[in-house]
């Protein structure tokens, strides 16, 4: 039996989920509640991302609980939060999608800001975090590479870190049809969005748990999004390879001249080792920054599948937007 169009939801809630079964039943107590206050037609997409302890249990008797207002999309294993976002994305129906992690530290009770502003005809709205409950260095890195990434590309996201945001379906239709290997969601919906806004949200100090993003896997996002969105560094690499070229083409004159006129010397070796292990930092850095562009094109061209589906709770059946 198909669902008939009148029961489609204004507003999607998209969650992934992986190993949060401590936070879950308060989420399910405060989301809830929120949504049904809102008094309009709604839904929530719950993906579980390969959870190794009851969170697809406790998914599962949510559904059966709240049939009409749960979806409940459970992966093979692990793929990652933008992923299971993804796999969310597709199996939503709603004009309005939410994103929101499930360790609270976004408060759902901040949902209908969101759609307020969509109901003044924002297809994209972004929050900003008003007091950041993360350690010092988390803080850091978040504001130094939010400023890389604006010099490199035309992406304007103040807070790049929090996922709670707003998108219409207008926005997520293109980015279900991206083929990229790496989708940074927030930055490339920004791209296909045609009236953003951002607004202020509290932030909460996680409910239960703790964070899956360490410090390697938050450099390996950033990396990706620079990569994914600008040739930037490449350029500055080749420039910066021109100048040192041209300045120790005229160093090499230098020396050159000037042993013909004083003589051999043995003082500055020094320096020169310096000079030479600073060219060779360089260089390293360069293949570096090369490598992360051919590692891309190396992922891309495998075309492997974003994520893969076990099952899929909801009361109707439906088609996915996207199965990739």
């Known amino acids: 039996m198909s669902e008939p169009a009148e029961t489609r939801p204004d507003i999607s809630v998209i969650i992934p989920a992986y190993n949060e079964e401590s936070v879950l039943p308060l989420l399910f107590a405060r989301l809830y509640t929120v949504m049904d206050q809102l008094g309009r037609p709604y839904e929530i ?32 294993t692990n793929f990652g939060q933008h992923a299971a976002i993804m796999a969310g994305f597709s199996h939503s129906r709603g004009q309005y999608i939410i994103t929101l992690d499930a360790d609270l530290q976004n408060p759902p009770e901040e949902i209908p800001n969101l759609v307020a502003k969509m109901d003044e005809g924002f297809d994209y709205v972004g929050t900003i975090r008003r007091k950041r409950q993360d350690v010092l260095w988390r803080h850091v890195a978040s504001r130094a590479m939010n400023r890389l990434r604006e010099k490199i590309t035309r992406i304007r996201i103040t807070d790049q870190g929090c996922m709670l945001r707003g998108y219409h ?36 100090e996680r409910a239960a748990g703790r964070s899956k993003y360490s410090l390697f896997s938050l ?82 061209t495998k075309q492997r599948p974003r994520y893969l589906v076990r099952t899929v709770l909801e009361p109707f059946p439906t088609t996915p937007l996207d199965h990739t």
Not at 222 to 238: E, I, K, Q, V
């Open 45 to 76: 997409v719950f993906v579980d991302d390969g959870s190794q302890d009851r969170t697809a249990q406790l998914l599962q008797q949510q559904f059966q609980a709240r049939p009409a207002t749960t979806r409940v999309v459970i992966l093979k």
């Open 169 to 204: 379906r207008e926005v997520i239709l293109p980015l279900l049809s991206s083929r990229e290997s790496f989708t940074f969601i927030p930055a490339l919906a920004y791209l296909y969005a045609g009236n953003t806004t951002e607004i202020v949200v509290e932030h909460e």
């Open 219 to 300: 450099i390996q996002l950033y990396f990706d999004l620079m990569t994914g969105f600008s040739a930037t560094p490449l350029r500055l690499f080749s420039l910066t390879g021109i100048g040192v070229a041209m300045a120790s083409f005229c160093f090499v004159v230098y020396l050159t001249i000037r042993r013909i006129i004083v003589g051999p010397e043995v003082e500055g070796v020094f320096t020169l080792f310096a000079i030479v292990f600073f060219l060779i930092g360089i260089s390293l850095f360069g293949m570096g920054m090369m490598g992360e562009y051919l590692g891309r094109i190396y992922h891309q």
